[in-house]
């Protein structure tokens, strides 16, 4: 393998890092509002419900699938906390696209994520080790992917720090078009189906908590990732905490739709460093292969 495709490999781990990076959910934690049945309120006051509980959560277990473009499709399945920084453990494994051809090529059809506070590990193939000095980890500090061009080290750092397990609800709070579409079961769960359609440009946070700051942020983090429109689903238990979300849109790389199932919450989540002898830095790996860390641009290559 060749140091250009270590280092193509290693940028496209770091897209599925900030596509799974938001892929968490709520918890049984919630406050006395909490754990009235959601199905006799209004749509908006559903979404603020769940909203904080989600604020109040802690950990769960997650699972979903995402799809972008003829770019990559993938699964990912684990564990995340979020009480004190974004951190957990999945596996992610590519089934399809040009992504998922790339990381056979690197023997890396599946691989171990771990989120921290302040970067993000990958597991990689033996393979890709002997191309690295023998190391199997990457090391992305979030402060080193901000640094990549085209906008899209930005948009990888805001997803994998700073997105809250709740940022659909925001969404469709922010957006003021929310609307209740039917009561469904979701994994042998009752639960109340909420429907919006989010325009990037209109986007007013009348309807949602969200502060001036906050909606200039999440405008911008779209906007990075070239999303105009998105529609966004997400079903709520009559304890007020997230089952299932759906959301698709328009991407600058294509047509993008994220599902995630979320169960077992407050389930205890470790998630550590892996050890520093076996872990090779992302800014070190791109300059190895003559590579200033400012070509990000090419990342979905």
């Known amino acids: 393998m060749k140091s250009t495709t270590a280092r193509q490999v290693a940028l496209s781990v770091a897209l599925v890092a900030a596509l799974t990076g938001v ?9 006395k509002a909490v754990g009235k049945s959601v199905t006799h309120l209004t749509p908006l006051a559903a979404l603020r419900s769940a909203e904080k509980s989600t604020d109040k959560a802690e950990s769960a277990k997650v699972r979903s699938s995402t799809t972008l473009g003829d770019t990559m499709s993938m699964t990912a399945n684990g564990a995340l906390t979020w009480g004190d920084g974004l951190k957990g ?7 399809g696209g040009k992504l998922a051809e790339a990381m056979r090529k690197a023997g890396t059809a599946s691989m171990q994520a771990r989120y921290l506070p302040d970067a993000y590990y990958a597991k990689m193939s033996e393979q890709f080790a002997q191309q690295s000095g023998g190391k199997h980890w990457i090391r992305y500090a979030y402060d080193d992917l901000a640094k990549l061009g085209g906008g899209s080290g930005a948009y990888m750092k805001d997803q994998m720090q700073n997105t809250t397990p709740n940022q659909s609800v925001k969404l469709l709070l922010a957006s003021g078009d929310v609307k209740k579409a039917g009561e469904e079961t979701v994994s042998g769960v009752h639960t109340t189906h909420y429907s919006g359609t989010v325009d990037v440009a209109d986007l007013a946070g009348k309807n ?3 502060s001036a700051g ?5 405008k911008k983090q779209l906007s990075q990732a070239g999303v105009t ?3 966004v689903d997400i079903w709520i ?3 007020s905490l997230l089952v299932k979300k ?3 849109a328009q991407m600058a790389t294509g047509a993008m739709t994220s599902t995630a199932y979320y169960s077992d919450y407050g389930v205890q989540v470790t998630a550590v460093a892996p050890p520093a002898s076996d872990t090779k830095d992302f800014k070190d790996l791109m300059k190895s292969s003559g590579a200033g860390s400012s070509s990000g641009s090419g990342i979905s290559s």
């Open 229 to 231: 429109t998105e529609t």
């Open 246 to 248: 759906v959301e698709k």
């Open 208 to 210: 949602g908590n969200l």
């Open 23 to 31: 892929a968490a959910c709520g918890s049984q934690k919630a406050d």
């Open 237 to 239: 238990n009559d304890q």
């Open 89 to 95: 453990n999945l596996t992610i494994t590519y089934t």
């Open 214 to 218: 906050q909606l200039a942020d999440l």
